[in-house]
T-cell receptor, first 117, second 111 residues
């Protein structure tokens, strides 16, 4: 596709259930990011991928959160045993960032709105 | 830990007024970006500033990067209702890999 695609766009789950959020980045973008945004707030960094590896996963809030990326493309963010405080919009972004530095802007998807009841 | 502080957090003004949003940090960034976000969508890049002291203009928007590359400002001249939205500053760390965001400034321009 032309942009970053995230699915589902909305997810309502019961406390204690596991959820998987999916991100399809722009084709050819080597870097992929996950952020979390609470209602009306800024973006909280969760994890960054360069290719299939995650050099920086310092933002993952707890061991209930994990993420993987396969084939240098699609990424999934998994939240186990969801809690009400996990409710937020989860945003994915990709960029053609280079290994040796340099940058390109982040291109964001429209996010997955997660509600834990 | 790198932090970006934005001010004000919320701004409600009349159409035609000018405004400035500030983004400050104690950390040095390799570049600083400004994004705008509308409800239900992801942030969209407005501008990237790279060089200390750099000034960029985008129609009625003027962006400045501080000399020490720790802070930035966004100035909007003659604001219009279409400028309403959440404005986010974002700093790229000196390694060039990580982008962190400020908490945002929510702007509402009344007609």
């Amino acid at each position: 596709g032309a942009g970053v695609s995230q699915s589902p766009s909305n997810k309502v789950t019961e406390k204690g259930k596991d959820v998987e959020l999916r991100c399809d980045p722009i084709s050819g973008h080597t870097a992929l990011y996950w952020y979390r945004q609470s209602l009306g707030q800024g973006l909280e960094f969760l994890i960054y991928f360069q290719g299939n590896s995650a050099p920086d996963k310092s933002g993952l809030p707890s061991d209930r959160f994990s993420a993987e990326r396969t084939g240098g493309s699609v990424s999934t963010l998994t939240i186990q045993r969801t809690q009400q405080e996990d409710s937020a919009v989860y945003l994915c972004a990709s960029s053609s960032r280079h290994n040796t530095g340099g940058f390109s802007p982040l291109h964001f998807g429209n996010g997955t709105r997660l509600t834990v009841t | 830990t790198q932090l970006l502080e934005q001010s004000p957090q919320f701004l409600s003004i009349q159409e035609g007024e000018n405004l400035t949003v500030y983004c400050n940090s104690s950390s040095v960034f390799s570049s600083l970006q400004w994004y705008r976000q509308e409800p239900g969508e992801g942030p969209v890049l407005l501008v990237t500033v790279v060089t200390g002291g750099e000034v960029k203009k985008l129609k009625r928007l003027t962006f400045q990067f501080g000399d020490a590359r720790k802070d930035s400002s966004l100035h909007i001249t003659a604001a219009q209702p279409g400028d309403t939205g959440l404005y986010l500053c974002a700093g790229v760390n000196t390694g060039g890999f990580k982008t962190i965001f400020g908490a945002g400034t929510r702007l509402f321009v009344k007609a």
